[in-house]
């Protein structure tokens, strides 16, 4: 059943079709963008807008779904928050369940020439199990903080522009290119650094670094579930003091957008700090993707070499 976003959000976009007709035209999907227009791209959250305006630069204009301090996975959208897909060239998304409310609202626009992008497509995903599978969905969605699963994500939105704005791919090629070569040179000197420390363990707020772990062969424990609802039982409390008293674990960390109240109590249990990890869901502190990301990894890092 279409919710009453999804049907207030069909009418506005009929409004604007109506408009659209007896006013100034838009590009045709598949067309190149002129010196005087920029290809519209929605996203669901900050790291799909980094991802696009490192590729798309001067030739797109993008606008973000899911506004900075609200939970991503506790999102649920209002016509006006979707508004801009009506008149929008590109969507992207991450996918995998990050924004289920996501078809809905693809069936709802009236914008047949909307191309969509599944970010993560062809990222080889990570299964959720048991009780976890049951309540939150079959796969993490977590993708965009891991270095070599953004590089995926990058190549489809960089596929979807040159699709919608052929006459600029040769600078969507080179943007792409030269924002690949960060990706890695930053994947590469912490896989040097990862490999030569003995222990590969720390402790998280919400299981968000299941794909950043298996970039670097780490292993995370967290204080929450993968979607950071809910405190765990005493029971589950006690398992990870002696988790973090068996690995060593000096440093607890803790996100921008969850309660770290939990966290802070475990840390005291063991003696350890809290620190703040980016989830680039939302802009942080005015800082990049890479920047954000080579911060969490030098912290991770220096935690597992305390």
């Known amino acids: 059943m279409i919710k009453k976003w999804a049907v207030a959000l069909f009418c506005l976009a009929v409004t604007v079709c109506f408009c659209a007709c007896n006013g100034g035209s838009s590009a045709d999907n598949g067309t190149s963008t002129t010196d005087a227009e920029t290809v519209k791209v929605s996203v669901t959250f900050d790291a799909m ?3 696009a305006e490192a590729i798309g630069g001067d030739h ?5 779904i899911i506004p900075d301090g609200v939970e991503p996975h506790a999102f649920e959208p209002k016509a006006q928050d979707l508004a801009s897909l009506s008149e929008a060239q590109i969507l992207i998304y991450n996918g995998l369940g990050m924004e289920s409310w996501i078809d809905d609202a693809i069936s709802a626009v009236d914008n047949k020439n909307l191309i969509t992008v599944c970010a993560s497509d062809d990222i080889d995903p990570i299964s959720n199990e048991g009780a976890e599978a049951e309540e939150h969905g079959q796969y993490d969605p977590h993708t965009w903080l891991s270095l070599k699963c953004a590089e995926i994500e990058v190549a489809n939105i960089k596929n979807a ?3 919608a704005d052929p006459g600029n791919a040769a600078d969507y090629e080179s943007n792409y290119t030269a924002y690949i070569t960060a990706l890695e040179n930053l994947y590469q000197e912490y896989a040097e650094k990862f490999a030569a420390v003995e222990k590969n363990s720390f402790v998280t707020g919400h299981a968000a670094f299941g794909y950043l772990c298996r970039d670097f062969d780490l292993s995370q424990n967290s204080v929450e579930d993968v979607f950071a609802e ?12 002696q988790y973090c008293k068996e690995h060593a674990v000096t440093t ?14 475990l840390a005291k249990e063991v003696g350890a700090k809290v620190e703040t990890i980016y989830t680039m869901a939302g802009s942080e502190d005015g800082k990049t993707y890479l920047e954000r990301m080579e911060e969490n990894l030098s912290k991770i890092y220096a935690s597992l070499t305390e």
């Open 252 to 265: 607890i960390f803790a996100e921008e957008l969850a309660s770290t109240k939990v966290s802070e109590t």
């Open 230 to 241: 809910g405190e765990p039982s005493a029971q589950q409390l006690t398992e990870l003091v």
């Open 49 to 51: 807008k980094e991802f």
């Open 60 to 64: 797109v204009t993008v606008s973000t």
């Open 161 to 163: 522009l040159v699709k």
